[in-house]
Protein backbone atom coordinates (compact mmCIF):
# COMPACT_ATOMS: atom_id res chain seq x y z
CA UNK A 1 0.00 0.00 0.00
CA UNK A 2 1.25 3.47 -0.84
CA UNK A 3 1.44 6.06 2.09
CA UNK A 4 -0.85 8.31 -0.01
CA UNK A 5 -3.77 5.43 0.24
CA UNK A 6 -3.03 4.88 3.62
CA UNK A 7 -3.77 8.16 4.12
CA UNK A 8 -6.98 8.81 2.61
CA UNK A 9 -8.11 5.83 4.32
CA UNK A 10 -6.78 7.27 7.68
CA UNK A 11 -8.48 10.95 7.10
CA UNK A 12 -11.62 9.17 6.75
CA UNK A 13 -11.92 7.13 10.14
CA UNK A 14 -10.72 10.66 11.56
CA UNK A 15 -13.32 12.60 10.15
CA UNK A 16 -16.19 10.02 11.58
CA UNK A 17 -14.53 10.41 14.71
CA UNK A 18 -14.34 13.72 15.24
CA UNK A 19 -17.74 14.11 13.92
CA UNK A 20 -19.47 11.34 16.25
CA UNK A 21 -17.57 13.15 19.10
CA UNK A 22 -18.56 16.88 18.22
CA UNK A 23 -14.91 17.91 17.50
CA UNK A 24 -13.16 19.86 14.37
CA UNK A 25 -10.80 17.62 12.01
CA UNK A 26 -8.28 20.36 12.54
CA UNK A 27 -7.59 19.97 16.11
CA UNK A 28 -6.85 16.69 15.10
CA UNK A 29 -3.06 16.34 14.07
CA UNK A 30 -1.16 13.59 12.77
CA UNK A 31 2.02 12.22 13.81
CA UNK A 32 3.98 9.77 10.53
CA UNK A 33 5.69 7.79 13.03
CA UNK A 34 8.45 6.86 10.89
CA UNK A 35 10.65 4.30 13.27
CA UNK A 36 10.29 1.30 11.62
CA UNK A 37 10.54 3.04 8.10
CA UNK A 38 13.29 3.79 5.64
CA UNK A 39 14.04 7.86 4.86
CA UNK A 40 12.32 7.19 1.49
CA UNK A 41 9.13 6.03 2.98
CA UNK A 42 9.07 9.24 5.07
CA UNK A 43 9.63 11.38 2.48
CA UNK A 44 6.59 9.60 0.62
CA UNK A 45 4.68 10.16 3.79
CA UNK A 46 5.49 14.18 3.76
CA UNK A 47 5.09 14.36 -0.41
CA UNK A 48 1.66 12.55 0.64
CA UNK A 49 1.01 15.83 3.09
CA UNK A 50 2.35 14.73 6.29
CA UNK A 51 3.12 17.74 8.40
CA UNK A 52 4.26 15.82 11.98
CA UNK A 53 7.11 13.51 11.51
CA UNK A 54 7.84 10.71 15.02
CA UNK A 55 11.17 9.14 15.95
CA UNK A 56 12.11 7.63 19.03
CA UNK A 57 15.96 6.92 18.63
CA UNK A 58 17.99 9.92 17.77
CA UNK A 59 20.50 7.33 15.79
CA UNK A 60 18.69 6.05 13.69
CA UNK A 61 16.59 9.28 13.20
CA UNK A 62 19.27 11.59 11.65
CA UNK A 63 19.13 10.53 8.00
CA UNK A 64 15.46 11.19 7.70
CA UNK A 65 15.46 15.25 10.02
CA UNK A 66 18.35 15.56 7.41
CA UNK A 67 16.05 14.97 4.21
CA UNK A 68 12.80 16.32 5.62
CA UNK A 69 14.45 19.20 8.34
CA UNK A 70 12.83 22.00 6.39
CA UNK A 71 9.49 20.73 5.51
CA UNK A 72 7.72 19.36 8.90
CA UNK A 73 7.85 19.01 12.81
CA UNK A 74 10.00 16.94 14.39
CA UNK A 75 8.69 15.05 17.45
CA UNK A 76 11.13 12.78 19.55
CA UNK A 77 8.42 10.25 21.26
CA UNK A 78 10.72 7.74 22.46
CA UNK A 79 12.73 7.65 25.39
CA UNK A 80 15.43 9.57 26.07
CA UNK A 81 18.45 9.51 28.38
CA UNK A 82 19.53 12.60 29.56
CA UNK A 83 23.05 12.74 28.19
CA UNK A 84 21.01 12.60 24.62
CA UNK A 85 19.35 15.95 25.20
CA UNK A 86 21.97 17.49 23.30
CA UNK A 87 21.54 15.58 20.07
CA UNK A 88 17.66 16.76 20.02
CA UNK A 89 17.86 20.45 21.05
CA UNK A 90 17.37 22.39 18.14
CA UNK A 91 16.36 19.94 15.73
CA UNK A 92 13.15 18.29 17.23
CA UNK A 93 10.26 20.70 17.75
CA UNK A 94 8.32 18.82 19.91
CA UNK A 95 9.05 16.43 22.76
CA UNK A 96 6.74 13.49 23.68
CA UNK A 97 8.15 12.32 27.28
CA UNK A 98 9.05 14.61 29.33
CA UNK A 99 9.23 12.47 32.61
CA UNK A 100 11.99 13.55 35.26
CA UNK A 101 13.57 16.74 36.31
CA UNK A 102 17.40 15.52 35.59
CA UNK A 103 15.91 15.80 31.68
CA UNK A 104 14.12 18.98 32.12
CA UNK A 105 17.60 19.97 34.13
CA UNK A 106 19.15 18.85 31.21
CA UNK A 107 17.18 20.54 28.31
CA UNK A 108 17.59 24.29 30.44
CA UNK A 109 21.20 23.59 29.99
CA UNK A 110 21.13 23.01 26.71
CA UNK A 111 18.74 25.82 25.75
CA UNK A 112 20.37 29.29 25.14
CA UNK A 113 18.94 32.59 24.74
CA UNK A 114 15.32 31.77 25.68
CA UNK A 115 14.80 29.03 23.08
CA UNK A 116 11.89 26.96 24.15
CA UNK A 117 11.24 23.36 23.64
CA UNK A 118 7.78 22.42 23.55
CA UNK A 119 6.81 19.39 25.75
CA UNK A 120 4.18 16.67 26.89
CA UNK A 121 4.36 15.22 29.83
CA UNK A 122 4.35 11.33 29.56
CA UNK A 123 1.65 9.95 32.21
CA UNK A 124 1.12 5.87 32.48
CA UNK A 125 -2.49 6.31 33.21
CA UNK A 126 -2.65 2.51 32.73
CA UNK A 127 0.31 1.80 35.62
CA UNK A 128 1.33 -1.13 33.73
CA UNK A 129 4.96 -2.10 34.74
CA UNK A 130 6.41 -2.15 30.85
CA UNK A 131 5.28 1.61 30.51
CA UNK A 132 6.87 4.79 30.54
CA UNK A 133 6.30 7.93 32.41
CA UNK A 134 4.75 9.26 35.65
CA UNK A 135 1.67 8.12 38.01
CA UNK A 136 -1.52 9.84 37.27
CA UNK A 137 -1.18 11.54 40.95
CA UNK A 138 2.50 12.52 40.50
CA UNK A 139 1.77 14.80 37.40
CA UNK A 140 0.28 17.78 39.56
CA UNK A 141 3.58 18.48 41.32
CA UNK A 142 6.02 17.35 38.90
CA UNK A 143 4.38 20.16 36.19
CA UNK A 144 4.67 22.82 39.04
CA UNK A 145 8.03 21.80 39.88
CA UNK A 146 8.56 22.76 36.07
CA UNK A 147 8.20 26.20 36.24
CA UNK A 148 11.92 26.76 37.45
CA UNK A 149 13.03 25.49 34.36
CA UNK A 150 12.17 28.44 31.75
CA UNK A 151 13.24 26.12 28.68
CA UNK A 152 10.46 23.80 29.02
CA UNK A 153 6.82 24.73 28.00
CA UNK A 154 4.33 21.57 29.03
CA UNK A 155 1.80 22.07 25.32
CA UNK A 156 0.21 19.12 26.87
CA UNK A 157 -0.02 15.55 28.50
CA UNK A 158 0.87 11.95 26.71
CA UNK A 159 0.44 8.42 27.31
CA UNK A 160 0.20 4.92 25.70
CA UNK A 161 -2.54 3.02 26.31
CA UNK A 162 -2.51 -0.68 26.81
CA UNK A 163 -2.91 -3.07 23.97
CA UNK A 164 -5.69 -4.73 23.90
CA UNK A 165 -7.85 -6.34 21.33
CA UNK A 166 -10.56 -4.06 21.51
CA UNK A 167 -9.57 -0.77 21.48
CA UNK A 168 -12.84 -0.08 23.32
CA UNK A 169 -11.23 -1.47 26.26
CA UNK A 170 -8.40 1.82 26.27
CA UNK A 171 -11.06 4.72 26.64
CA UNK A 172 -11.16 4.85 29.93
CA UNK A 173 -6.92 5.45 29.67
CA UNK A 174 -7.93 8.48 26.94
CA UNK A 175 -11.13 9.64 29.30
CA UNK A 176 -8.42 9.79 32.32
CA UNK A 177 -6.03 11.59 30.21
CA UNK A 178 -8.25 14.15 29.52
CA UNK A 179 -9.71 14.35 33.16
CA UNK A 180 -6.07 15.47 33.90
CA UNK A 181 -5.23 17.90 31.52
CA UNK A 182 -8.37 20.05 32.22
CA UNK A 183 -7.49 20.18 35.89
CA UNK A 184 -3.70 21.03 34.68
CA UNK A 185 -4.92 23.24 32.07
CA UNK A 186 -7.65 25.16 34.22
CA UNK A 187 -5.01 26.08 37.16
CA UNK A 188 -3.72 28.61 34.34
CA UNK A 189 -0.09 27.88 35.04
CA UNK A 190 2.33 30.22 32.42
CA UNK A 191 4.52 27.80 31.88
CA UNK A 192 2.43 24.87 31.42
CA UNK A 193 -1.10 26.15 29.13
CA UNK A 194 -1.33 22.11 28.68
CA UNK A 195 -3.93 22.24 26.12
CA UNK A 196 -2.98 19.14 23.91
CA UNK A 197 -3.28 15.24 24.24
CA UNK A 198 -0.81 13.11 22.34
CA UNK A 199 -3.15 9.84 22.35
CA UNK A 200 -3.55 6.93 19.85
CA UNK A 201 -1.74 4.95 18.04
CA UNK A 202 -2.57 2.68 15.12
CA UNK A 203 -4.66 0.24 16.72
CA UNK A 204 -6.77 2.91 19.02
CA UNK A 205 -6.82 6.19 17.66
CA UNK A 206 -10.60 6.70 16.70
CA UNK A 207 -11.19 5.92 20.44
CA UNK A 208 -8.54 8.24 21.27
CA UNK A 209 -9.73 10.92 19.34
CA UNK A 210 -13.41 11.05 20.84
CA UNK A 211 -11.36 11.09 23.75
CA UNK A 212 -9.70 14.76 22.77
CA UNK A 213 -6.55 13.38 21.54
CA UNK A 214 -5.07 16.13 19.19
CA UNK A 215 -2.17 14.50 18.16
CA UNK A 216 -2.28 10.92 17.18
CA UNK A 217 1.34 8.85 16.56
CA UNK A 218 0.49 6.27 13.69
CA UNK A 219 3.38 4.29 12.36
CA UNK A 220 2.30 1.06 10.85
CA UNK A 221 -1.48 2.27 9.61
CA UNK A 222 0.27 5.02 7.58
CA UNK A 223 3.59 4.27 6.81
CA UNK A 224 4.20 0.36 6.97
CA UNK A 225 6.43 -1.24 8.53
CA UNK A 226 9.81 -2.47 7.17
CA UNK A 227 12.40 -4.57 8.33
C1 LIG B 1 5.92 3.19 17.72
C2 LIG B 1 5.15 4.20 18.44
C3 LIG B 1 3.92 4.67 17.93
C4 LIG B 1 3.29 4.16 16.65
O1 LIG B 1 2.90 2.83 16.76
P1 LIG B 1 1.93 2.13 15.67
O2 LIG B 1 1.23 1.10 16.45
O3 LIG B 1 2.82 1.56 14.63
O4 LIG B 1 1.01 3.15 15.14
C5 LIG B 1 3.27 5.67 18.65
N1 LIG B 1 3.77 6.16 19.80
C6 LIG B 1 4.94 5.73 20.32
C7 LIG B 1 5.45 6.33 21.58
C8 LIG B 1 5.67 4.74 19.67
O5 LIG B 1 6.83 4.31 20.20
Sequence with gaps: MEVRDNLEELEQTIHQACKRSGRTRDDVNIVAVTKYVSTNKALEAVEAGIFHIGENRVEGALEKWEACKNKVAFHFIGTLQSKKVKHVIGKYDYFHSLDRLSLAQEMQKRCQDGEKVQCFVQVNVSGEESKEGLDEKEVMNFISELKDYPAIEVIGLMTMAPFVEDPENARPVFQRLR?????????????????????????????????????????????????
Design 179 to 227: HLRNEIRDKGFAHAPCRHLSMGMSNDFPIAIEEGATFVRIGTQLVGKEE
